[in-house]
């Protein structure tokens, strides 16, 4: 299940994040994707808002997704790092500039193809980032009837 979870993943930009701070209060908020490498996910946040105010006290989060072409979801179950400065932060970043480039360049092409204006691009998202390094657990499937499917996975 961890290799169609890492396939497809690759075809998404943004994946509902859940945390929960000390109280039980729940958060969800979509973040971009930069990434997935191995068992790890790579996010971006452009605020330090709610989910960065509860990974620093509860650094467990889960995420989820759907495969809309099989109506299959799926959540993501992990521990979480944040990281915002460092040598793994500069190289995650590098990586994160060159997505934005390529993302703008291809929403501009949709636009002219399909005579669509946007209002926004990419390339217009703030310099201060947080990335939230994710590392996954567990996997859970849900299935178009309810069926459910869970894998573990070792870190």
């Given at each position: 299940?961890l290799k169609k979870?890492?396939?497809?993943?690759?075809?998404?930009?943004?994946?509902?994040?859940?945390?929960?701070?000390?109280?039980?209060?729940?958060?969800?908020?979509?973040?971009?994707?930069?990434?997935?490498?191995?068992?790890?996910?790579?996010?971006?946040?452009?605020?330090?808002?709610?989910?960065?105010?509860?990974?620093?006290?509860?650094?467990?989060?889960?995420?989820?997704?759907?495969?809309?072409?099989?109506?299959?979801?799926?959540?993501?179950?992990?521990?979480?790092?944040?990281?915002?400065?460092?040598?793994?932060?500069?190289?995650?970043?590098?990586?994160?500039?060159?997505?934005?480039?390529?993302?703008?360049?291809?929403?501009?092409?949709?636009?002219?193809?399909?005579?669509?204006?946007?209002?926004?691009?990419?390339?217009?998202?703030?310099?201060?980032?947080?990335?939230?390094?994710?590392?996954?657990?567990?996997?859970?499937?849900?299935?178009?009837?309810?069926?459910?499917?869970?894998?573990?996975?070792?870190?």
């Open positions: 299940m979870i890492n396939e497809l993943l690759k075809t998404k930009e943004f994946i509902s994040v859940g945390t929960c701070d000390l109280k039980g209060r729940p958060n969800a908020a979509p973040k971009f994707l930069l990434k997935v490498e191995n068992n790890v996910i790579y996010l971006i946040d452009y605020t330090r808002g709610r989910t960065w105010d509860n990974l620093k006290i509860n650094p467990r989060a889960s995420l989820s997704f759907m495969d809309t072409d099989n109506l299959t979801g799926y959540q993501i179950n992990g521990s979480t790092q944040v990281i915002d400065k460092g040598p793994i932060f500069e190289e995650i970043f590098s990586e994160l500039l060159k997505k934005q480039i390529d993302l703008s360049a291809m929403r501009i092409i949709e636009g002219v193809s399909h005579e669509k204006g946007h209002k926004n691009f990419e390339l217009a998202i703030p310099e201060k980032v947080i990335i939230f390094m994710v590392s996954i657990e567990e996997i859970i499937e849900v299935g178009p009837r309810g069926e459910k499917k869970a894998q573990k996975v070792k870190i």
